[in-house]
């Protein structure tokens, strides 16, 4: 059984960093049967993220190889393109994932290891379930994660004008870890 942390006390919130990032992100909202039937599915669902993840986002060292191949051999690449291509979509609906969420619009964001302030097009109301889908960066593996919403206020014009803070409250130990080395590399960047 994985291990799951509460990161919604109030003690740790106040203690954690926040920093500023884009992400990419999916959220959907969860009905009371909904939030408990991804709690009992947790595990599974994340290690389907994780494999599909895996299978279909390139690593650091793929991605260099591949562009000296592309310097190199440019017919071979255009070959390798068409099968990532099609190795992609293959995996996509063996796992049944619609859309990939890099192919999704990334968010401005305020991160922390607790929680998280994001912008969408409508409001929530405090007390609502999410369930999040975040990429912290290109190439990492998603992070599942069932979050409360805190608060949501009207704040910009435009398509996304909503402020909507969430407190983490279901998450994974090894994502909650990833959380944390993501925003302590960003308050290095800044010092």
């Known amino acids: 059984m994985t291990s ?42 994340r290690q389907r993220l994780y494999l599909l993840d895996v299978l279909t986002q390139p690593s650091e060292e793929d991605v260099d190889r591949f562009l000296a191949i592309s310097k190199n051999h440019p017919e071979i690449a255009e070959h390798l393109q068409s099968f990532a291509a099609k190795f992609d979509a293959v995996a996509r609906l063996l796992m049944e994932e619609p859309e990939h969420l890099s192919n999704r619009p990334t968010h401005k964001a305020t991160i922390s290891a607790t929680g998280m302030q994001f912008f969408t097009p409508v409001p929530f109301r405090a007390g609502n379930v999410l369930e999040l889908q975040l990429r912290l960066a290109p190439g990492q593996p998603r992070i599942l994660v069932l979050a409360e919403v805190v608060s949501s206020t009207e704040k910009e014009d435009g398509p996304a004008n909503y402020a909507t803070a969430v407190s983490f409250n279901y998450l994974n130990e090894t ?12 308050l290095k960047q800044e010092t």
């Open 4 to 45: 799951m942390t509460d990161v919604s006390v109030e003690h740790d919130r106040r203690r954690a960093p926040r920093v500023p990032c884009t992400v990419a992100l999916r959220y959907e909202t969860l009905s009371e049967t909904q939030f408990v039937e991804a709690i009992e599915s947790f595990d599974r669902r």
């Open 175 to 186: 994502d909650k870890d990833q959380l944390i080395g993501f925003v302590e590399g960003i």
